[in-house]
C-alpha cells in the first residue's frame, strides 16, 4: 500500500481524489443537474455512483468471459 502526503494528511492512493472532466451538451448537463438535485445529491457523487457500477459490471463480465476460457 502507498502513502501520499496531501495538505499535510496521509492517504492511502485509493483515497487521493482526482478532477475528471467530461463533455457533454448543455441540455443534458442541465437535465442531470436537475435531477441531481431532485435525489439531494451533486453531480460529482452521481458520476461516481454510475462510474463504479460501470466498472464492477465490466470486472464482473470479464471475469465471467475469462472463467470460461479457461475450462
Known amino acids: 500500500m502507498r502513502l501520499i502526503r ?4 496521509v492517504v492511502t492512493e485509493e483515497d487521493k481524489t482526482v478532477n475528471f472532466r467530461v463533455f457533454l451538451p ?4 442541465t437535465r442531470f ?3 441531481c438535485a ?3 445529491t451533486t453531480m460529482s457523487q452521481k458520476a461516481l455512483e454510475l462510474i463504479r457500477a460501470w466498472l464492477d459490471a465490466e470486472e464482473n463480465e470479464n471475469s ?4 470460461g476460457k479457461a475450462d
Open 6 to 9: 496531501v495538505d499535510r494528511a
Open 26 to 29: 448543455e441540455a443534458e448537463r
Open 33 to 35: 443537474k436537475i435531477a
Open 38 to 40: 431532485k435525489h439531494r
Open 64 to 67: 465471467s468471459t475469462n472463467k
